[in-house]
Structure formats: structure tokens, C-alpha cells
């Protein structure tokens, strides 16, 4: 076991780690963060999203022990200050169904919007490419992005 | 028209900012403090083989682990429609990687070493991997106990054979209508497997606790099915139903999958061995592929009699359904066929087998669309080629058959009002069905494709569904029901539901994923059937609740109960336009009288739902004299597709799709049902691809090579259309058509792919291999 | 998923520290870049080391610079990296291609080039690339530097020709003298995020030289001289490219597995090969290499 630390959202944790411990077993079972869900754990589903350092990662294909130091930010911190244009957008157009990718594939959108604020079409479908959704045929949640990202 | 307040509105689910705030949890999300325990599978390496031993000592040495239990601790049938299925295997296993045994240990870690250590000696069996084989003469038996299994009454099984059960069809008469026939056309088609691939697995977490109590915790679509399941098969053990409670958090996806009972009975009898530990069973995505119910496959023989003018004069379906290892809920979805195989025409002349197969791979199940996907494919593949034989446009070839209200279905009862013919002219209409396209790049070529849909519930005759309504002291609501949100929107339309009758908006109304100790009864969330049989107890629940209203104020006001009406979450009166009394100055604690004395109290609504007009009861011979579907859903759809002909990928333009819900209730819910389904029923044809290998074991049991779409696969254009011939016995006119949406891609799109290359393809997936390998051996030709 | 295997981990500062740890655990050891395939393999229970050696805090791994009329990829250059690196676009733009159609944005901007190549697995997206631009793999060890043809590199499905106490420390590719174009073609299952099921790659240079590589199509991707010197003498023209399709069936040696036949994996093979062939003429025939997305 190995004491380190790193900023969830927002907040500077410590916590012991055996190097075999996933990252997403760490932020779910001992860390009590549960929107990063598990849905194949090889990293083809992307539900396990966060955002590490500012970038979208696969939290189930990293080990606990590697974020040592660093930045992570999960749909918890980004919802900490009520939802964002991005949210209330995905809420208002009943964008989800079942609601279970909706953490990773958010994140992948907050990414996509702070790089690029006005992406076009084909740029939001290629951010959340990793993103698998089985009940929404990811229409509505294209739709919900262009809105909120139209140049007004 | 009636004007609607909340009906009819796209209102904002009412798990919305759960779900995109990252606050949903799921059943693997809850905590059960440090006492948890986590329970491993240990599974059988052969399709069909004899257990011969099962060693455990290895296993229960190992630190941490508190039980290793196997089928000799549980030798107790189960099963949704017929009890064939054990909770873990008794004598032999009957599908690559069924549970032998489990470890229940501190960790997740001890369980999976434990697991390991579990030592099982095999006698394999022959196995058998095909329906057609399974029905040949002296195939091995998967079920040499067959006959002695318990079953619903309308399952007719075949003693000492493979055949679980065989449905029947026989209207009017085939002969005559076949050699009335001016055109002919026959030909067999083939659909395998699917998986449903929620993207949350089967999680279930159970205790029994030192009182006696069993509670689970399960990722589920049928919270009471499933506590009548675990009390029935765990009785021996002394459980009564009242003991039982299955708690239901948000699931993350059903599609089937999660119906009747599968994995969570693991969890359920594993407690019992570790009283007074909550015990965990998490699936992974590979069990998810080969451990859960799977879609059925079929091998489907159709032929089809016409006039010239394309009427359909009769129609033989005879359908070998590979229902796999236990087909306890698969047998209905065979059964659900064989009544509705004519699909949504008028056809006098009919008959229909529909036999369901013992097979030794993973037990088929509920699959969205329940079986219509799969002969439709045949069903709607053959109309087009018979259109293009006759030269009649295959529209107007549907048009001349679609079925209408009051025409006979296969089993004689009157069709239902609807909408099928406005759905043709709406999808002809938005797709420009007569404009000729023509693709400028030699190496495109460009189709259309169109296909029609229909489905009824399968249910039990007695389904049933209920609700309780409690009003609070605002005026709020809760709302208790015992149906699954499984994304659908369910609890947001029985919300608007209520706030129709009682005038309180929807956003006052709480309604959640329910608990069986505290929500009445609901069969369960399938079928299609929830929004109107749940949507009728929960109008009947609201109506109750003002009638309670009604009833309170005409004592205390002396105001004429039929003249008062709910309007803005107040108590109106047409003869007294001066009176009006908001309901939150006394549904809770009543109206006060001059002497002081206070009458009412707090007003709880009540309603509950059966359809009393169905029957099973029927000549099993020919299907004729019940009423076995309460109704039907249809509706039509087209596509324009361009296919690489180089490579065979086929990109989707734009598809239209129009369904009839009676009355969309929330209307952008039911576009939602209309975009994903489209998008599931693309992914069946076009990319998902189950492989087995000789030993009946899954080869593509992940997302690496199981594909579903991503955001990448979307077509440019998808087009929903509400069609609305209102249900007569329907909430509001309502009727289920959450399935029916995948109904019509895979046909529509072979269909457009024959448009494009001139080549028809009769099995399904219809990948970019498929297609393009066909025109490499049509180039030669 | 609770892996059940224990395993030690060190996080090396620097080079140094790191050659000298692989050197004390040599095959007991594997090293930690992006970890995207390592996490599978290790979950999976297949190659679990004893150690693993996160070399992630080894700042000088993660360039990417153009050196000598080379342009050298450090180990630790992600995909992403590689996508919005100029320096990749204007002198491997065949290899930002590939870069593009690796896996979906969440992994892209963890995996890494050369863990690509280091785990030398067939349906790798790297590999086509690299061979058409000759590149070099640069491995250190305790014994010291030792560079290895990309042509080299590949031994077999998952093996290279990597040392036990070795590091990749980073590939460099020649920028060649003469103008140039290359493009990459992938058979995919579908648009979405796919693993190659056959790949192709071409670079053309003005002198009508054509080189020509092959991936997911053997347990090895691979040059194919004999069609290179056939097109380089032939000109690429219409039965040129016909002729060259038909050598294909000779060069490759598809398999049947589950993503695909072998017929299909041949048929792609040669109608990639003439799409990747006549991209890369359009694209050589711009006054600028460089054609944005």
C-alpha cells in the first residue's frame, strides 16, 4: 500500500493504494465517487470516463497509483456549482434515457466545448465516438450539444 | 379535440437532472458498509456434458472466503413461463460457461481465487448448436425431463424431444388460398442471435437477514415478478412472499435483458447461505454476452400466395426458433410469433408454426421487439420481392393488404382501431418515395427501402398493474408505482398522467423506481404494455384521489359533486363560479366545520388494471377462439441508404418512421423511443455479429468485436412521426410502442439494399463482408 | 474488475533511474506509458509482471521535435499528442492519419505511439506508417543505446525485437529530401472506433518511388519490395494499379477470424491499396503536402 494524493475534483484526497488497484474501484468503492460507471472494463464503452489533468481518460484502463499529483475531475465536480449550459441543454431535451453513459460521455463533451467552444457537427460525434450509449441513438445528445454551442 | 394540460406535452423527465448531474445511482453504485460480501461463478467449460463431481475443499481454504455453494445446496426449478431452469446447475450443464457453483467471499480478489480452485469433473454429451438439428430424428435430448416440467396452460411442450413448445395457427384454408394463387412465392430466412448490451451488466445485492428477511438490491425490469420468482423457488427454504422485498435502483439500459429472472436468483439463494451478510453478484461484460438471456435466432420458412394485384390470398410461416439451453421466458416469445406471424395484413388464409428449440447455447429470452424483428425480416423481405415480381410498387403492395380495424387476426379476434394506413402516407410522403435518385459517384449506389411494423404485448391473460397516490400537505404528490424506468420515460408519463386528472403539475409529482414493500403490484416493465396498463392504474389511482376530493367537498361545502371540477391545483365548482379551495388546504388534514370538527383526511388514491376481456383459452390445434393480445401497435417505415460497392458499407441517409401510440403522451419521449430504436435495429443488421466456435462458446463476448454504434454510425437524417388513432381502453387513447421502433430496419434496410445492387440477402447481420462478398460473386456470375 | 495478481510499481524521474531498474528486473518488469493495452493484459491475467515501471514522470519522453532532418516521437507522445502536433502533420502526415482512426478520443489521449508498436499487436494502427517512412526505434539500456529498423522491429503477433533490460525511448523518422505524399487506409467494421482488420499504407515520393506497407494481414505488418519496385518501374496508372492488386493476393496471407474472412481481408486489401495509391497522388500533386481533415 502506498499513500497518494491527487485533487478530486477540486478537493486534495489521500488515500493508500496497492499498485493493482484500479482507478475506477479506487474513485467508486473507496473514494465514494459513483458516476464514473463501469460497462465492459476494457476500455471500448467509455462509461468509466473522468477528466485527468484536463483530458478525458478511461479511468478503468489506469491504476489508482498512477494519478498520484494530479488533476481529476469527474460529472460530481463539474455538477458542484449546479448544471451547466451543457447540462441543463441535455436536461431540457430529454437527451438520455437510461442515463448510464451520461457521466463519461458529458465529460467528453466538457472537454470537446473548453478546446473548441463552436465544433461543428462531425467534430461533437467524433468527441463522444467512445462513448456508448445502447437507447438514445445519440441523436438527441448531438442535437442537445450544437444547441448549446451555436454561435449566437 | 380535448385540451390538454400536461398530456400530449414534451415535459421534462422527471429523472432528468438525476441522470445528466451524475447524481442516478444504479444498483452497483448503493453502499452496504464494510460487511459486504462478494460472490464469484464458477462456470462449466462445455455446451451440454454430465457433472460428475464437484470438489470445493481447495476453494473454501482460502482466507476470506465464507461459503462455496453449488446446485446440490439449491435443487429447486424456477422459470417464468415453465420452470426448466435451476439456479445453479444440478446433474449437467446445458450452455458454454453456465454457473456451476459460487464462492462468497470478503473480497472480490478471495472470490475470484477461490473460484479458480473449484474443481468440476465433465462427461460431455453430444451437443447441439442448431434448431435444425435439434429437431432431427434421435438428437440428443437437452431436457430429458421435459414433460414433467411445470408450465402455463397455453404451452403445448413435445415429451421426449427438444421441442419446449409448438404454436399453432390454422385459419381459413391454406390449400384453397394457395392454389387461388396466381404468384407463389417461397423461401426461407435466417436471423441469429443478438445481445441486448445495456451498458450496465446485471448487478444484484442480497441479504437475508437475521429476522428471517430476504431483501434484493437488482438492476431489474420486474421487481414483483421477481419477488414472486425468489419466493416460490426458495420456499423450500421457508420463505413466504411477504419475506422477500426487492428494492429496484435506476437501470442502466433493459431492453429485455433484465426481465423475469436470471442472474439475480444468484444472489438471492447465496444469501441464504450467509445469513445476516449483504452478498454482492456483479456480472462482467462478458457474461453479459453469454450469461443473461439472449435474442432468439430462427430459421424461418415463409411462403406466400398473391393474386396479381398483390393481395394475399395465403400464408404459411413455419418458424425453428433456437430458444438455447432453458427457454422458461424464450417459449413466449416463440408463442407471441406464432399468433402474429401474418404480420399487419389481412390474410384469410393462414397457418403458422412456430416451434421452440432446446439448444445447447445461452438461454434466449425478452429482446426488445419480442420476436417481431425476427420474422419481419422474413415477412417484410418477402413482400418487396413479391412487389417486384408482380411490378407493383411495394408500397402499394402494403397499402392493398395492411390490415384494418375489425379485420380477423391469425387467431380470429377483431384488429384493433389503427393508424397504419396514415402511416404509409406519412412515411411515403416524408421520404419522397417516387423521386428516382440517382448517385453522381459510379462507386455509390443509392437505395430505398420501406417495411411495415406491428406488435402486441405478450403477456400473461391476467397481467395486471397498480398504483398508489398519495397526496402531502402542498398538494405534492407521491405517486407509487411499481413499473421500470428504464429510460423510457415511464415515470415522467404516469407523473403527467396524474397531474391531467388532479390539476398539480408534473414537477409536484415524485414518482421513483420502486420498492415491492412499499409499491403496489406491477407485473412487469415489457411488453410495451406499461405506459397503457400502468397509465390506466395510475388514471384510475388519480381519479380515485378526486373522487375522495370530490366526495369531501360536497359534505363540507354542500356544493353539487358533479358540478365541481380541479383546475390550477384548486377545487372548482360550475354552478358556483365564486368557490374555489386549493387542495393543499386539506388533502392532508381535512376541512374545517363551524363546530370546530374536522371531516376528510389525507386523501390516498388507489388504482389497479387488468384486462378483463383476454383469454388464452383456445383450440391448440388452430389458435381460433381466444383473445390472447389486448392490442396491436403499427406502423411504417423507409429509408435511403448508399452502399460503397467496392467495399460493401452501407451509409444511412435518412430514415423515416412513423408508429401510431394511440396518443403520444409526451412527445418527445416517444421521439426518443423512435431515434433509438431505429438506431438499435441498424446495429442488428448492419454490425452486430455473434460468433460461436464448435464448442458452443461465444467468441466475440465484448465491445471490441460485438459491435454497437457510436455517434460515428448515426444516419444523416432520422425523421420521427407520430401517428395517433386513439386506443379505446388506453390512458388518454394511448397505447405501448416503445419496442416497435427496431421492428422495421433490418427489412427496410435489406429491402433498400436489394433497391440499390439488385441483390437480396436472406440471413441477417447484413454486414459490409456480406454485402460486398455478394457483389463479388454476382460480378462473376 | 478486482485484478487478483499482486505486482510491485516504481515511478523512475529519469532516464537513468529507469534503464537501471529495468536493467535489475528485466523480463520480471513491464513499463507503464499510456498502459491502455498493459491494463487489459494485466486484468486479464496475461503478462503480469512483477514490477511495473511507470516511466510517465520522465519529462524528455514526451516530445516531439524534428532533429537532424528527423523527426523524432518520444515514448511517451500519445495519439492526441501526435494529432495536434504540426511538426507530425507536415512531415508524417500519413502518420496523423493513422493517428486519427486509433480507437476514440478517451484512449487517444492516453496510449501512446510506442506503446503501440511495443505491443506489436496485428491490428496496430502505428506500424503501416512507420514502415513506409523507414523508421528507427531507439531502445536504451544499462548496456547502453542501440537503434533497430522499423523493418526489424516486428518478430511476430506481440513480439519485437526489443532487449529484456531495454527501453524504447523514442522513434525517429527521415524526412526525406524529395517531395513527397503518403495516406493510410483502415478496414473497419464501421465508422465508429474499430480495430484495423486489414491496413494499408503508401508513401510516394516524386521520383516515383512508392513504398508500400501492410498491416493486420499477417502476424506481422510488412514492406512489400517486390510490388514496390513494380510500381516504381510500371508509373502508377490504371492497369499498373490493376497488376499490383493481383501481386497483392500473392504478398499478403490474410486470416478467418471473428472480425473477418480472409476473402474479405484480401478484397480490402487491394481496393485500400488503390484508394491509399491514388490519395496519395491527389495528395502529392498539391503545391503543399499537407491537406487539413
Known amino acids: ?152 | 379535440m380535448e385540451e390538454y394540460k400536461f398530456i400530449g406535452k414534451s415535459a421534462i423527465r422527471v429523472d432528468g437532472k438525476e441522470k445528466v448531474s451524475g447524481a442516478a445511482l444504479y444498483t452497483d453504485d448503493l453502499e452496504f458498509g464494510p460487511d459486504l460480501l462478494y460472490a464469484e461463478i464458477v462456470e462449466g467449460p462445455h455446451a451440454h456434458a454430465m457433472i460428475l463431481s464437484i470438489d470445493t475443499s481447495e476453494a473454501e481454504k482460502v482466507p476470506e472466503v465464507l461459503a462455496v455453494v453449488t446446485g446440490k445446496d439449491f435443487p429447486y426449478n424456477f422459470g417464468l413461463y415453465m420452470k426448466d431452469r435451476f439456479i445453479f446447475a444440478q446433474d449437467r450443464v446445458r450452455f458454454f460457461g453456465e454457473q456451476i457453483a459460487a464462492v462468497v467471499a470478503r473480497t472480490p480478489q478471495a472470490a475470484k481465487k477461490a473460484a479458480k480452485l473449484v474443481k468440476v469433473s465433465y462427461a460431455p454429451l453430444p451437443k447441439v448448436l442448431s434448431p435444425i438439428d435439434a429437431v432431427k430424428k434421435n438428437a440428443d435430448l437437452i431436457h430429458p425431463d421435459l414433460e414433467n416440467y411445470e408450465h402455463v396452460p397455453w404451452f403445448f411442450p413435445k415429451p421426449k424431444s427438444n421441442i419446449a413448445h409448438h404454436r399453432k395457427i390454422r385459419k381459413g384454408n391454406v390449400d384453397q388460398g394457395f392454389k387461388d394463387a396466381d404468384y407463389v412465392l417461397e423461401d426461407t430466412y435466417e436471423v441469429p442471435r443478438y445481445s441486448h448490451c445495456a451498458i450496465e451488466y446485471h448487478a444484484a445485492v442480497a441479504k437475508y437477514d437475521h429476522s428471517g428477511r430476504l431483501t434484493v438490491w437488482a438492476s431489474s425490469q420486474s421487481p414483483h415478478t421477481q419477488r414472486n420468482l425468489f419466493a416460490n423457488a426458495l420456499a423450500p427454504l421457508g420463505l413466504k412472499h411477504n419475506d422477500v422485498r426487492v428494492i429496484a435502483p435506476h437501470v442502466g439500459g433493459g431492453f429485455g435483458s433484465k426481465a423475469g429472472v436470471t442472474m439475480e436468483i444468484i444472489a438471492a439463494a447465496v444469501a441464504m447461505k450467509v445469513q445476516g451478510h449483504p452478498v454482492k453478484v456483479l456480472w462482467n461484460r462478458e457474461r453479459e454476452f453469454y450469461n443473461t438471456y439472449q435474442r432468439l435466432g430462427v430459421v424461418a420458412k415463409l411462403k406466400i400466395g398473391v393474386k396479381k394485384d398483390g393481395r394475399i390470398t395465403a400464408l404459411h410461416h413455419e418458424l425453428f426458433w433456437d430458444a438455447g439451453a432453458y427457454v422458461e421466458y424464450g417459449a413466449n416469445v416463440v408463442n407471441a410469433v406464432g399468433l402474429s406471424a401474418i404480420g399487419p395484413y389481412k390474410v384469410e388464409n393462414a397457418s403458422i408454426d412456430s416451434y421452440c428449440i432446446y439448444t445447447n447455447l445461452p438461454p434466449g429470452g425478452p429482446y426488445r421487439g419480442f420476436g417481431y424483428s425476427e420474422f419481419l425480416f422474413g415477412l417484410e423481405s418477402h413482400m418487396d420481392r413479391i412487389a417486384k415480381h408482380l411490378g407493383i410498387d411495394p408500397i402499394e403492395i402494403r397499402r392493398r393488404n395492411a390490415i384494418k380495424e375489425g379485420d380477423l387476426t391469425a387467431y380470429g379476434a377483431h384488429m384493433n382501431p389503427n393508424g397504419l394506413l396514415q402511416a404509409i402516407d406519412a412515411v411515403e410522403k416524408e421520404i419522397k418515395w417516387s423521386e428516382k435518385l440517382k448517385s453522381s459517384n459510379p462507386d455509390i449506389a443509392i437505395g430505398k427501402g420501406f417495411s411495415l411494423f406491428w406488435k402486441a404485448p405478450a403477456m400473461p391473460p391476467n397481467a395486471s398493474s397498480s398504483c398508489f397516490l398519495k397526496m402531502n400537505e402542498d398538494a405534492s404528490i407521491n405517486l407509487l408505482v411499481s413499473g421500470m424506468d428504464l429510460g423510457q420515460g415511464f415515470l415522467t408519463v404516469m407523473a403527467q398522467i396524474a397531474a391531467e386528472i388532479l390539476s398539480v403539475p408534473t414537477s409536484k409529482i415524485r414518482t421513483e423506481n420502486p420498492d415491492t414493500d412499499r409499491n403496489p403490484y406491477e407485473w412487469q416493465t415489457v411488453a410495451s404494455h406499461i405506459t397503457w396498463g400502468c397509465g390506466n392504474a395510475v388514471k384510475k389511482a388519480a381519479i380515485d384521489a378526486r373522487d375522495q376530493i370530490f366526495d369531501l367537498i360536497a359534505r363540507t361545502n354542500f356544493l353539487p359533486k358533479d358540478m365541481l371540477y380541479l383546475e390550477d391545483e384548486k377545487v372548482k365548482c360550475k354552478s358556483d363560479p365564486s368557490f374555489e379551495l386549493a387542495l393543499r388546504d386539506f388533502v392532508i388534514n381535512g376541512i374545517q366545520m363551524e363546530d370546530g370538527t374536522f371531516k376528510g383526511g389525507p386523501i390516498i388514491g388507489r388504482g389497479s388494471f387488468m384486462p378483463e376481456y383476454t383469454s388464452t383459452n383456445a383450440n391448440p390445434e388452430t389458435s381460433q377462439g381466444g383473445h390472447p393480445n389486448v392490442h396491436y401497435t403499427v406502423g411504417a417505415a423507409a429509408a435511403i441508404i448508399e452502399i460503397d460497392k467496392q467495399t460493401g458499407k452501407v451509409k444511412v441517409k435518412k430514415i423515416v418512421e412513423a408508429v401510431d401510440c394511440g396518443k403520444a403522451l409526451n412527445p418527445s419521449l416517444v421521439d426518443g423511443q423512435i431515434v433509438g430504436g431505429i438506431m438499435q435495429g441498424i446495429s442488428t443488421v448492419l454490425y452486430e455479429d455473434m460468433k460461436f466456435d464448435h464448442r458452443g462458446k461465444m467468441l466475440n463476448p465484448n465491445f471490441t468485436d460485438y459491435k454497437i454504434p457510436t455517434a460515428l454510425d448515426v444516419p444523416d437524417e432520422i425523421i420521427p412521426i407520430i401517428i395517433e388513432v386513439a386506443q379505446p381502453d388506453g390512458p388518454f387513447g394511448a397505447r405501448g410502442m416503445g419496442e416497435h421502433t427496431m421492428i422495421p430496419v433490418a427489412p427496410m434496410i435489406a429491402n433498400a439494399i436489394d433497391n440499390a445492387l439488385g441483390i437480396r440477402i436472406k440471413t441477417m447481420p447484413i454486414t459490409a463482408e456480406k454485402i460486398c462478398l455478394e457483389i463479388l460473386k454476382k460480378e462473376k456470375e | ?293
Open chain 3, 1 to 293: 474488475m478486482a485484478i487478483p495478481y499482486e505486482f510491485g510499481y516504481e515511478k523512475p524521474l529519469t532516464l537513468e533511474e529507469a534503464i537501471q531498474l529495468l536493467g535489475k528486473h528485466g523480463k520480471n518488469a513491464r513499463v507503464l506509458a499510456g498502459g491502455t493495452d498493459l491494463a487489459n493484459e494485466v486484468k486479464q491475467g496475461f503478462r503480469v509482471p512483477e514490477v511495473l515501471i511507470d516511466i510517465k514522470g520522465i519529462d524528455s519522453l514526451r516530445k516531439i521535435e524534428i532533429i537532424d532532418d528527423r523527426l523524432h516521437i518520444g515514448a511517451l507522445v500519445t495519439f492526441n499528442e501526435i494529432l495536434e502536433s504540426k511538426a507530425v502533420q507536415d512531415n508524417a502526415y500519413i502518420l496523423y492519419e493513422a493517428a486519427g482512426l486509433v480507437a476514440s478520443n478517451g484512449v487517444r489521449n492516453r496510449a501512446t505511439m510506442v506503446g503501440n508498436i511495443c505491443s506489436a499487436v496485428a491490428c496496430m494502427d502505428s506500424a503501416a506508417p512507420l514502415l513506409v517512412h523507414d523508421a528507427t526505434i531507439h531502445c536504451l539500456s544499462v548496456d547502453g543505446q542501440r537503434d533497430v529498423t522499423v523493418q526489424k522491429w516486428f518478430v511476430d503477433n506481440r513480439k519485437t525485437a526489443i532487449g529484456e533490460k531495454e527501453l524504447v525511448t523514442h522513434v525517429s523518422i527521415p524526412i526525406p529530401k524529395l517531395k513527397y505524399a503518403g495516406a493510410y487506409q483502415k478496414m473497419m467494421r464501421y465508422s465508429g472506433e474499430d480495430l484495423s482488420q486489414a491496413n494499408v499504407g503508401v508513401l510516394l515520393f516524386s521520383d516515383g518511388k512508392c513504398n508500400v506497407a501492410f498491416g493486420s494481414v499477417g502476424p506481422i505488418p510488412k514492406r512489400s519490395p517486390k510490388l514496390e519496385a513494380f510500381i516504381k518501374e510500371k508509373g502508377i496508372n490504371s492497369q499498373s494499379i490493376a497488376d499490383a492488386k493481383e501481386m497483392i493476393s500473392k504478398i499478403i496471407a490474410p486470416i478467418t477470424d471473428v472480425r473477418a474472412t480472409k476473402e474479405y481481408r484480401m478484397h480490402m486489401t487491394k481496393v485500400m491499396f488503390e484508394r491509399a495509391i491514388n490519395t496519395a497522388v491527389e495528395r502529392l500533386k498539391k503545391p503543399k503536402l499537407i491537406t487539413k481533415k
Open chain 1, 1 to 152: 500500500m502506498k499513500k497518494i494524493s491527487f485533487t478530486l475534483n477540486g478537493e486534495l484526497r489521500y488515500i493508500y493504494v496497492a499498485p493493482n488497484e484500479g482507478l475506477l474501484e479506487v474513485l467508486r468503492d473507496k473514494m465514494g465517487v459513483k458516476s464514473p460507471k463501469c460497462g465492459c472494463d476494457s476500455g471500448d464503452c467509455g462509461a468509466c470516463t473522468v477528466i485527468l489533468n484536463g483530458k478525458t481518460v478511461r479511468s478503468c484502463l489506469i491504476f489508482a497509483i498512477e494519478v498520484d499529483g494530479q488533476d481529476i475531475l469527474t460529472l460530481e465536480g463539474i455538477s458542484k456549482d449546479g448544471l451547466t449550459p451543457l447540462q441543463t441543454a441535455l436536461n431540457e431535451r430529454n437527451a438520455y434515457q437510461c442515463g448510464y453513459c451520461a457521466p463519461g460521455m458529458i465529460l467528453s463533451v466538457t472537454e470537446l466545448i473548453k478546446k473548441n467552444p463552436h465544433p461543428s457537427e462531425h467534430e461533437i460525434k467524433e468527441s463522444i465516438a467512445g462513448n456508448l450509449c445502447r437507447c438514445t441513438g445519440y441523436k438527441p445528445v448531438i442535437d442537445a450539444v450544437l444547441e448549446v454551442t451555436k454561435k449566437h
